[in-house]
């Protein structure tokens, strides 16, 4: 048996064992049974990001945006089309900075929209402005060192 990977649920977010040889886009939550993965991103708070950003072995990749920022909602669906393309393999999260300023801060977001990219809790890239959804796709492929 191959060793599963540890996969948050985006609704509940229990912690989900998945083997690898399973396909992830098929998985369900074994607390609430909801999808694991639907191919759009997840709204999270500061609690929803530490949990998917610590127990994930996947990717996490998260947009820091903010409600009143005329760049940040021209690239929302940018960034759920680009969720589509990057999901099994990864995890997009939706932050709000003006919500979570304790997390925020500590990272150094300096401008937003923001994109970080978290491998095993750990911030592995960053990159800051507004972008279409295949320089989405591209940079946080890139930067995972995984296929689109």
Known sequence: MDAPRHIVCPHCRALNRVPVSRPAAEAR???????LFAGQPTEVDAA?????????DIPVLVDVWAPWCGPCRSMAPQFARAAASLEPGMRLLKLN???AP????PLGVQG?????LFRNGQVVA???????ASRIVAWATGA?????
């Open 29 to 35: 939550c074994g607390a609430c049974h909801a999808q």
């Open 48 to 56: 929803g990001f530490s949990r998917h950003v610590a127990a994930n």
């Open 97 to 99: 900075a003006d919500t």
């Open 102 to 105: 304790e997390i925020v801060g």
């Open 112 to 116: 937003i929209p923001a994109l970080l």
């Open 126 to 132: 960053r990159t800051a402005g507004a972008m279409d």
């Open 144 to 148: 995972a060192g995984t296929p689109a």
